[in-house]
């Protein structure tokens, strides 16, 4: 199955997957799974989750700033 990774604020990603996870898939782009979420449908999904749709967004938690 074919999979695009939309990383919020940077680019998108196409995956041909077969039983991997969204953390898989993060790790594949160097990104660490503990600083974003993935969402699908508009909702947050696990990243130990099997890849089960053709589209997901990747969101960074944590940007910048001041507190």
Do not use: C, S, W
């Not at 919020?8 to 600083?35: C, S």
């Not at 979420?37 to 997901?56: F, I, L, N, S, Y």
Request: zero cysteines; a negative charge.
């Amino acid at each position: 199955m074919e999979v695009t990774l939309e990383v919020v604020g940077d680019d998108e990603y196409t995956f041909e997957v077969t039983n991997e996870t969204y953390a898989d898939l993060l790790a594949a782009l160097d990104i660490n799974q503990h600083l974003v979420t993935v969402m699908v449908d508009g909702r947050p999904v696990p990243e130990d989750q099997p890849v089960d749709a053709a589209r997901a967004r990747v969101v960074r938690l944590i940007k910048g700033g001041r507190f």
